[in-house]
């Protein structure tokens, strides 16, 4: 046990340094979705005020945006940037495990998505913006997104992105309808029919609506509980899928 604490730890320590280094991503990080927020939160308060605006955005643009590219878009390009510094070769001559590996990107994703939630919720409540329900249940729902996410984030990596310019192809081709159909900037009720039904399909949307549900509205685990199900079991469908197609990738590069 001890031994797959030091390798998490590892991991995920290197994988924080590099991002303080690349100082510009982590600045990019910051900017967007506190842009998107003050975007929207001023477009939706209108004549309700400005409180209720900062009570119903913030759980769209941190799962819909700062989440998504951050949690999803950063193991996509983690792993092409191991594979173009060739460092793949060296986890692979390594005693380290796979899931140790994947626990460790994910521990890492966890604290960026712990900056990125105080800083959308920071932003809100300078709006006069609340939290109305429970936190553990709000930590709970962002625990499983950014697991989610990560593990999508290893499939796509894994699979699709061989070199730096494929890093915002599978991302802009299946993250983006996603996000429409997910609720993130805007109330999936003003979708057609058919659409509608296809939101349901959407993890985003389960993700959009338990995390607002409980933010803006109070909501407990009874109400959400759809959402919570559905969002349980696309985490553990895009861990084991992350997992597995990263274990693919190392045996590949061994062959190679």
Excluded at 13 to 40: A, D, H, K, N
Excluded at 118 to 123: E, K
Aim: hydrophobic residues 55%.
């Amino acid at each position: 046990m001890r031994r797959y604490f030091n390798e998490i730890f590892a991991v995920t320590s290197r994988i924080l340094i590099e991002l303080f280094r690349m100082r510009r991503s982590l600045i990019f990080w910051v900017i967007f979705p506190t842009l998107m927020l003050l975007l929207f939160g001023c477009i939706y308060a209108g004549g309700s005020g400005a409180t209720n605006s900062f009570d119903f955005t913030p759980p769209g643009i941190l799962i819909g945006a700062a989440l998504f590219f951050s949690c999803l878009g950063g193991p996509v390009a983690l792993l092409v940037g191991e594979r173009e510094r060739r460092t793949l070769r060296r986890i692979l001559v390594s005693p380290m495990k796979p899931i140790s590996y994947f626990i460790g990107i994910v521990a890492a994703h966890l604290v960026i998505a712990f900056g990125q939630t105080v800083i959308v919720y920071g932003i809100a409540f300078f709006f006069g913006g609340r939290f109305h329900g429970s936190l553990l249940l709000g930590l709970l729902i962002i625990l499983l997104s950014v697991f989610s996410y990560v593990g999508a984030g290893f499939y796509f990596g894994a699979r699709f992105a061989r070199r730096t310019e494929d890093v915002n192809g599978p991302i802009a081709a299946f993250g983006v309808p996603l996000i429409i159909l997910g609720g993130t900037f805007f109330s999936v009720a003003t979708l057609p029919s058919y659409l509608c039904a296809l939101a349901f399909l959407d993890p985003i949307f389960h993700m959009n609506e338990a995390l607002k549900g409980v933010s803006a509205m109070g909501m407990g685990v009874r109400v959400i509980s759809m959402h919570l199900i559905f969002l349980g079991t696309f985490t553990i469908l895009a861990v084991f899928m992350g997992v597995r197609s990263y274990k693919s990738m190392l045996l590949q590069e061994k062959r190679g």
